[in-house]
């Protein structure tokens, strides 16, 4: 195989990543008629992401744009969505990402818009965003390269965003580590949700606990785990081919 052959084996295995994980995460209700998921391309100086049009719960990896981090849009046919900015502006504000995704997901939003509560570490899993989740101030959508550049900037060196009265931006070092990190976000939004709604006061996670936490901590390990888990589910729903050949069937 040559380089080129082997690049674009490669480019092509993530798009299939990309449309399978949209479509598992309309399938956990964190993604819907909105929000995207984008991932660099090794090689190219381009990033995969959806059109706005296309529907996440049936997100082919052909129909996927390669776009540069100007928002040209290199291969593919169709308009980018109009938050693309996002996109661009953590890329280059972060080289240590490979994997962005936006999404509206409800109980994130809810913890935007609570007074005087904030969204704590209360699942173990809850450690990967043990740097802290700032929230973004700017309600409105992300289409201008300014408001891109200052939601990047309230991202900082974290690996969430919360973004006042609109949605979550979650970062990670790969489309699997991407998804299993939008799966625990919302356990731990639920979790607490759970306890607020009963009343009760939420004890987060303790800064010994954390500590404890990471000792044991086998972040490759786990994404694998959820990975095989979560495209399993997903074929045995119909909602991932396996032709797309992203785990074994069986
Ligand atoms: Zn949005």
Redesign the pocket.
Known sequence: MSVSDSMSAAKDRLAREVAAVSRLLVSEGILDY??HVSTRVPGRDAFLIQTGLDSRAELRPERLLLVDYDGNVLEGSGKPPA?LP?HIEVFKARPDVQAVL???MELAIAFTMMKGVKLHLMRARAVRWESGIPMHPDPS??KLTEQAEALARTLGPHHAVL?RA??LTLVAESVPALLVDAIHFQENATAMMQVLQSGAEPEPLTEEELVQINLHEMREFHVGKLWNYYMRKGMGAALVPPEWELVQAS
Do not use: K, T, V
Request: charged share 10%; with cysteine.
């Open positions: 909105s929000g938050e996002l936006h999404c509206h959508h992300i973004m609109h949605g």
